[in-house]
């Protein structure tokens, strides 16, 4: 109910809306000490109403760093391949699903993603507790997990508009706490992560 809720306030966003935010994010999220030192980022690119992030993969990808995008497999797991301006994206259409801008290059592996300094990851909302509400499909747990088990720590950021930002979200026993949100209007910490 709370994830379909939060999907409707996004269809609802004017594509203005959508891109003045794409900038304002992107501007926060490299000012983010993090992010700005980084060499690798795992990253993701956005679909519809989420919060965008082209204008973040290209500065970052200018800026000298690796840039690894998700590739959605059948089991709903990730591979990653990296980033090669949006030129290097290809449209693929997942049964079932939406169609998904993925990297058109070579397949890393699932396992890539623990090489990354920053995880930015997708979600609806997260909360004063550094908890994060994912859309429901798994996929990104796979990849909290995967860190956890390679005893990877990278800094882990969500992306989400004003709003998204609440008292507290649902909660399962596997998910993980963020290290910070960044909104349009700005980056917040959180201790516990």
Avoid at 36 to 44: N, Q
Wanted: charged share 25%.
């Amino acid at each position: 109910m709370f994830r379909r809720e939060l999907l409707q306030v996004r269809r609802r966003l004017t594509p203005d809306v959508v891109r003045t935010s794409a900038a304002r994010l992107a501007e926060h999220a490299l000012e983010l000490p993090e992010v700005a030192h980084a060499g690798t980022v795992a990253a993701y690119v956005s679909v519809g109403s989420e919060p965008g992030t082209l204008a973040l993969l290209d500065t970052l990808r200018a800026r000298g760093v690796r840039v690894l995008l998700p590739v959605l497999l059948p089991d709903n797991d990730l591979d990653w391949g990296v980033y090669g301006g949006e030129g290097s994206l290809a449209r693929v259409q997942h049964s079932g699903k939406m169609a998904l801008l993925e990297p058109a290059g070579e397949r890393l592996g699932p396992d890539a993603v623990t090489g990354a300094d920053v995880v930015l990851l997708p979600g609806l909302a997260v909360d004063a507790r550094g908890m994060r509400l994912g859309r429901g499909g798994g996929s990104y747990d796979r990849v909290l997990a995967r860190l956890e088990r390679a005893e990877a720590r990278p800094a882990l950021v969500v992306l989400l508009y004003d709003s998204e930002v609440v008292a507290r979200v649902p909660e399962e026993p596997h998910d993980r706490p963020v290290r910070a949100v960044v909104t349009p209007s700005g980056v917040r910490r959180f201790g516990n992560a």
